[in-house]
């Protein structure tokens, strides 16, 4: 597959390549993936710092490279083609979601300390049930606090917050009765917060759903206005729908090559799988489908980029033709290899696990379809 990358990204993904190669492969050689040592974790961040990645994502202000959406898009795709599933830890995520307190009493209280790593935050967006059954949708409504101080009460429920069990503040989007939504830094301990069971995804991911009861939130922890809450969370997850896309294609470039490697050696039969017509058939949908998702990519990195009108719906698409294409791809990958891909521990194994819950993380493929169709039909055919 050839697709030419602009010189300066092109460079960035060797660089990239070189270094998981030189300074990752030795040190994270029979770890395991899905549950690192917080040392071997502290040890990939502090080499990628010295290195230079560690810090691509932040903006220049806060001591960062301040990288625009195509070079991170180029950083992520090169960590995952890397095959070694701790690279990605050599990117920093940045501020997160909290990059959005922008007032200066906000970062210094709320955006400083999860730079720095002293504290951090959960993003909760997704509505649940309520524990008594009722599915109202989470709700912050204006009121005077027990100090006297104006704030919001906040009720309702959210699930899958990832992260939820360690975090000091959840990010909660609430609506605030006819004003609009809300995006309110919550105490994860606050009385009235009420954490449910912990639930472990197939991917080794944790999440916590959570209830509120009219907590008590104060005005300044409000990020942004009133009216922009979903807009904004919107914006968060634009950028890791875009994250997600280019590890999802670098995933599925790395699970082709090895594949083809796997295809052209030696099998019991006395000729390489590589000369069986079926194998050459699966074989070319493998590589034709990540061939389609890295174009689709890098068009919406570009659309990102430049911050073009069409960009979310660019992003949406490639978000769900990547993450289709990996879980596709390392099936196909699965058959090919055969039973020894199947056990605990191989990695197609765990890309089969982590790519199916990408088809739901970040907008579930239906949901990003609707996006895309609302945006043609509002737009024309040709607006993508
Ligand atoms: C790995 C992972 C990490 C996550 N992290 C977080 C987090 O940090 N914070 C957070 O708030 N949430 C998080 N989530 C939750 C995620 O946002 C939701 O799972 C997702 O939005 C889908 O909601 P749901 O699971 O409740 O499914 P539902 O909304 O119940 O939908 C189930 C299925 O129904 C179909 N469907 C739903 N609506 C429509 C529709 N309108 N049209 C057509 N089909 C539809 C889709 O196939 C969908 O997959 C995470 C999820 C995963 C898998």
């Not at 990358?5 to 029979?30: K, Y």
């Not at 806060?62 to 690279?87: C, I, K, M, W, Y």
């Not at 074989?283 to 068009?299: E, H, K, P």
Request: with cysteine; aromatic share 6%.
């Amino acid at each position: 597959m050839h697709f030419e990358l602009p010189s300066d990204l092109a460079d960035l993904q060797s660089r990239i390549l070189r270094f998981v190669a030189e300074e990752i492969a030795p040190i994270t050689e029979g770890a395991d993936p899905e549950s690192p040592p917080s040392e071997l974790r502290r040890e990939i961040a502090r080499r990628a710092d010295a290195a230079g990645f560690y810090r691509l994502a932040v903006p220049e202000s806060d001591g960062g490279l301040g990288a625009g959406p195509q070079l991170v898009t180029a950083a992520r795709e090169a960590l995952a083609l890397s095959g070694n599933p701790f690279a990605a830890r050599a990117l920093g995520s940045g501020p997160g979601i909290m990059r959005l307190a922008d007032n200066p009493e906000q970062r210094e209280a709320l955006y400083v300390p999860v730079m720095r790593g002293e504290r951090s935050a959960a993003f909760a967006f997704t509505e649940a049930l309520r524990s008594d059954g009722s599915r109202q949708p989470t709700q912050a409504v204006r009121a005077t606090l027990g100090d006297g101080s104006d704030g919001f009460l906040v009720t309702g429920a959210k699930g899958f917050v990832t992260g939820g069990a360690d975090a000091d503040w959840l990010v909660v989007v609430a609506n605030v009765p006819d004003e609009g939504t809300a995006l309110l830094v919550v105490d994860r301990d606050a009385p009235g917060v009420t954490e449910g069971e912990l639930g472990a995804s197939i991917d080794g991911s944790t999440h916590s759903p959570f209830n509120f009861d009219e907590v008590q939130v104060p005005q300044s922890r409000l990020l942004g206005q009133v009216g922009d809450g979903l807009p904004r969370a919107m914006q968060n997850i634009d950028r890791m729908r875009l994250g997600v896309a280019a590890e999802c294609v670098g995933w599925s470039r790395w699970v082709t090559r090895t594949t083809l490697e796997r295809i052209e050696g030696p099998h019991r039969s006395g000729q390489p799988l590589a000369e069986q017509q079926q194998v050459q058939a699966i074989f070319a949908d493998m590589t034709a489908d990540a061939f389609a998702a890295r174009t689709a990519l890098y068009q919406a990195a570009q659309a990102r980029e430049r911050d073009e009108p069409t960009a979310g719906t660019q992003v949406a698409a490639a978000k769900w033709l990547a993450s289709e294409c990996l879980h596709r791809t390392v099936d196909r990958a699965i058959q090919l290899h055969g039973a020894q891909a199947l056990l605990r521990g191989h990695p197609l194994e765990r890309l089969y696990r982590w790519s199916r819950s990408l088809r739901i993380a970040e907008g579930p493929t239906e949901l990003l379809r609707l996006t895309v169709t609302r945006h043609v039909r509002q737009n024309g055919v040709d607006a993508l």
